[in-house]
Nanobody
Framework: QVQLVESGGGLVQAGGSLRLSCAAS????????MGWFRQAPGKEREFIAS????????YYANSVKGRFTISRDNAKNTVYLQMNSLKPEDTAAYYC?????????????????WGQGTQVTVSS
């Protein structure tokens, strides 16, 4: 059974920070790149960040570059998303996902397993 469980969402004021975590079960994590996406009400799911299996390569959407940082701890089967300088437009449900392959990428169709999402709300 493949499971990805996100946590760390919540309500924060504009300019604040949050750190999201995504815990993966068993061999769900080993050898795979991981990514974060988000979806706001009435909008399509949007790529945010991706990280390679080793953690040596990362890739970000322009909308979050310089504010968000993706990282992973392979010993803990966990991937993180540190979000700084949050803006009201960052409000969305955030999802982690496993990418088919070892390398980072932004194509939604390359991701095969998804978590249930965690809500991030940024107030102005």
């Amino acid at each position: 059974q493949v499971q990805l469980v996100e946590s760390g969402g919540g309500l924060v004021q504009a300019g604040g920070s949050l750190r999201l975590s995504c815990a993966a079960s068993g061999r769900t994590f080993v050898g795979y790149a991981m990514g974060w996406f988000r979806q706001a009400p009435g909008k399509e799911r949007e790529f945010i960040a991706s990280i390679s299996w080793t953690g040596g390569s990362t890739y970000y959407a322009n909308s979050v570059k310089g504010r968000f940082t993706i990282s992973r701890d392979n010993a803990k089967n966990t991937v993180y998303l540190q979000m700084n300088s949050l803006k009201p437009e960052d409000t969305a449900a955030y999802y982690c996902a496993r990418r088919v392959g070892r390398y980072a990428g932004s194509d939604y169709s390359d991701y095969d397993y998804w978590g249930q999402g965690t809500q991030v709300t940024v107030s102005s």
